[in-house]
């Protein structure tokens, strides 16, 4: 590995980097030089040859380079990876959410200036997600740390996503420390280790899905954990705190959740005394999840104050409408609607539409708990689809708080990408 490969940026694109953004997209370059190969570490220099970073190279990816640095005397090695890490788990430990029972987002990527690395811990189980070239490179040095850092029982490895695909990375999952299963990849071309299924397309819960279910507490309540199987990590960690605002104030009200998935807001709703909680997802197997979810916290699935309907979203609104039923908490938690800014105007319209048919259910005076989790849609936006579709009902709200990611998914200022999730809790007139 050359001593210093480097990147020559074109001139001007070095602002936003010096102001804290850690992408360097490939139209920003003006050459490389010294042939880094994918994962190297390069110096990042201005067109006029004056020194602004240093960063991970991504020769296959539209984001070429991730920086690392912004200081000229940090040199990129175990010791960086440490103590980036340490700093992250310390911020964790100082915000009140390493509970040895809890979860929390213990690296989340740009946030923690790991870009490219994700990290959930599950009680003691670590669940870890590589998703760019330059954090792949580095790899054992990060399981080695974590290990060393935070002495977890097991570290699974979940980079099966699909944009690994981009930065020329093959899926990985399986464990990476402890458990004694064996590590397999689960893309195309990847070799599975003998006997294992691919969970590429698996629903959570579904036949044969994993029995490597872990139980975490949250708030009050707890959850079972697919670290297989589940979305993304396994469980939606980002949602902690708004879950736990459902719970206050969901005391003698009649509660919809929409898009519930393994029933996060449901169950927390039903421990914070509500009159009744309808939970409506079109994954069955999701549905099997809430309900093991309620009989953890010594609810009853099948108490008919507590049903589950396995239904699309929108058919099921169409369908309560018609029967005229009135919510007096409706939570709407979909999807992501938009992957990048080519999807905006069509998941505007998904959360006019959405909301749009939720409100006529809504008594007056109820709440709307409404969100989008697509990084693409930014908050104003997102506020006017939800203000035209109340207006649509001749209805207005008001908010009475924005809604964003738990305090463990914490944002650089630099890099407005990381606060994907946002929320309104509306009280609707």
């Known amino acids: 590995m050359p001593l210093h490969p480097k990147i020559v940026l074109k001139g001007g694109k070095e602002r936003h980097i010096r102001h804290g953004h850690p992408w360097i997209f490939s139209g920003a370059i003006e050459r490389v030089e010294d042939s880094p190969q994918p994962g190297w570490t390069a110096d990042v220099v201005s067109f006029d040859g004056r020194w602004i970073a240093r960063a991970g190279y991504s020769p296959k990816s539209q984001i070429r380079a991730r920086v690392w640095t912004l200081d000229p005397d ?29 979860g929390c987002r213990l690296i989340n990527a740009e946030g923690d200036r790991l870009p490219g690395l994700v990290v959930d811990r599950f009680a003691d189980v670590l669940v870890v997600q590589i998703n760019s070239s330059p ?35 093959d899926k990985r999952a399986g464990w990476a420390r402890g458990e004694g299963s064996e590590e397999r990849g689960v893309g195309e071309g990847a070799v599975a280790s003998a006997g294992a299924e691919t969970t590429e397309n698996a629903e959570p819960g579904s036949p044969g899905s994993s029995s490597l279910a872990i139980e975490i507490e949250e708030f009050g309540a707890r959850f079972g954990v697919d670290i297989e199987r589940g979305h993304k990590t396994g469980f939606y960690l980002d949602q902690a705190e708004n879950r736990a605002l459902v719970r206050q104030l969901a005391g003698d009200q009649r509660v919809l959740n929409c898009f519930s998935y393994t029933g996060g807001f449901s169950v927390q709703a039903a421990l914070g005394g509500a009159r009744e909680v309808v939970s409506v997802d079109s ?34 609104l169409e369908g ?42 809504l008594e007056a005076g109820g709440m709307l708990l409404t ?59």
């Open 74 to 102: 940090e040199a990129v090695d175990a010791g960086f990876f440490e103590r980036r890490i340490r700093t992250a788990v310390g911020l964790r430990r100082r915000l009140g959410r390493m509970d040895a029972a809890g």
């Open 283 to 316: 994954s069955q197997p999701a549905l099997d999840l809430s309900s093991a979810n309620f009989a953890r916290n010594g609810l009853d699935a099948d108490d008919p104050r507590f049903p589950h309907l396995c239904s699309d979203v929108f058919k099921a």
């Open 371 to 429: 969100f989008s989790c697509s990084g693409a849609v930014k908050p104003e936006a997102f506020q006017k689809a939800v203000t035209l579709a109340l207006a649509d009902n001749q209805r207005r709200g008001r908010v009475a708080r924005r809604l964003t990611a738990a305090a463990d998914h914490v944002v650089d200022l630099g890099f407005s990408e990381g606060a994907y999730l946002k929320g309104l809790a509306l009280m609707v007139e």
């Open 320 to 361: 309560f409408a018609g029967e005229q039923r009135k919510f007096d908490l409706i939570i709407l938690d979909p999807p992501k609607f938009a992957a990048s800014s080519a999807g905006l105007e069509r998941a505007l319209h998904a959360y006019r539409k959405m909301s749009r048919a939720a409100v006529p259910l």
């Open 135 to 169: 954090m792949a490179y580095w790899r054992e040095v990060i399981l080695n740390t974590l290990e060393a850092v935070v002495a977890p029982r097991a570290i699974y490895e979940r980079s099966d996503s699909d944009s690994r695909a981009k930065e020329g990375l």
